[in-house]
């Protein structure tokens, strides 16, 4: 057993998380090296539209998407991940200014940084390895002289991630970045959202019969065993997904398959068979649900493109000129 570390946030995390009545750990937390590198291998599994249809977004209107955020752009991207979309967008721009990726994973976005400056030589690369559910202060991507705009990019469907306080504040988050330097500098939100569809659709994309899903579930349970010193069990636990109506998302669980006890920092958790560590969720949205839910946090929607099923939409929002 690994000594108790007050100051280790994932430790408190995931502590504080498994006293709860429905046990949790942040989905943050799933992103280590090798997490990142099974999400990346999700979104080419068959059942995982999400990526498909938000590249096939990109490359029908890259031209529409171009113009509405125009020339000379400072592009901020949370949750940089492998920067596959991100080489889409950055191509299309006009002269782009400079490119700030943001990522909790030191060596994905070491890595995906260092691609995308073979890619684009000329440009201004400059990765902020940072938690971005916590605030940025505007101060520190301020890294552009020349730039027209500043826009947040948050592709996939990754705020569905938040709880929906959690994405409303985040919402809030963002328009002070982009609005940071108006009138001298525009601002843009250009982020994608899943759209509601039939559960056919979504839960295989959560539960691919060739578990790769279940590998980057259960990775958590093995890095809290790796990093904080538990004891699960890995061989007792399965993952699942489910839909939750009310909430209208899906979430992931690791399902306890038997009656067991899991040791960490001193403290001891009991599970029955059946018991469910909640890991992640993925709220789905209509375009009208979140368009609203961003102008109460003072973002207008300027622009949407749809694939062509209508199950994803890419939007981009600008800051509401104040009353």
Same mark, same amino acid.
């Given at each position: 057993?690994? +000594?108790? *570390? @007050? ?7 995931? !502590? ?8 949790? =750990? ?15 291998? =999700? ?10 249809? +938000? ?11 171009? %113009? ?17 979309? /991100? ?13 700030? @990726? ?5 060596? $994905? !976005? ?25 605030? *940025?202060?505007?101060? +520190?991507?301020? #890294? ?13 469907? /990754? ?5 929906? +306080? ?9 328009? %002070?970045?982009?609005?940071?330097? !108006? @009138?001298? =500098?525009?601002?843009?939100? !250009? #982020?994608? =959202? ?16 060739? &578990? ?59 599970? %029955? ?23 109460? %946090? &003072? ?6 493109? /749809? ?5 994803? $939409? /890419? ?9």
């Amino acid at each position: 057993m690994a +000594d108790y *570390i @007050p100051d280790n946030l994932f430790l408190q995390d995931a !502590l504080t998380g498994l006293a709860q009545p429905q046990p949790e =750990i942040p989905s943050k937390y799933l992103y280590d090296e090798l997490g990142s590198m099974l999400f990346e291998a =999700i979104c080419v599994t068959p059942e995982y539209y999400v990526t498909r249809t +938000d590249l096939e977004i990109l490359d029908r209107h890259l031209p529409d998407i171009s %113009a509405c955020i125009g020339p000379r752009a400072h592009v901020i991207e949370f949750g940089s991940g492998a920067g596959v979309k /991100t080489s889409h967008l950055l191509a299309s721009l006009e002269q782009p200014a400079a490119y700030t @990726p943001i990522e909790i994973s030191a060596a $994905a !976005l070491e890595a995906s940084a260092a691609h995308l400056q073979r890619q684009f030589p000329a440009l201004r690369i400059q990765p902020l390895a940072a938690d971005y559910t916590q605030p *940025i202060a505007p101060a +520190d991507l301020d #890294i552009c002289t020349d730039c027209q705009t500043r826009v947040v990019y948050f592709p996939g469907s /990754t705020i569905g991630n938040f709880t929906l +306080d959690q994405a409303r504040h985040f919402l809030r988050r963002i328009q %002070a970045i982009i609005s940071a330097f !108006l @009138p001298e =500098i525009r601002g843009g939100l !250009l #982020i994608g =959202i899943d759209l509601l569809k039939p559960l056919e659709v979504l839960l295989p994309a959560y539960a691919d019969p060739a &578990g790769v899903t279940a590998a980057f579930n259960k990775n958590l349970l093995a890095r809290m065993n790796r990093e904080l010193g538990s004891d699960f069990v890995l061989s007792q636990w399965s993952h699942a997904a489910r839909f939750n109506s009310e909430h209208q998302r899906v979430e992931m669980h690791m399902v306890s398959e038997r009656t067991q006890q899991v040791q960490l920092g001193g403290q001891t958790f009991s599970f %029955a068979a059946g018991d469910s560590i909640h890991t992640e969720n993925s709220h789905k949205y209509s375009l009208r649900g979140f368009s609203e839910m961003a102008a109460r %946090a &003072g973002l207008k929607l300027e622009q949407h493109w /749809t694939d062509a099923n209508g199950w994803f $939409a /890419t939007c981009y929002f600008v800051p509401q000129e104040p009353n």
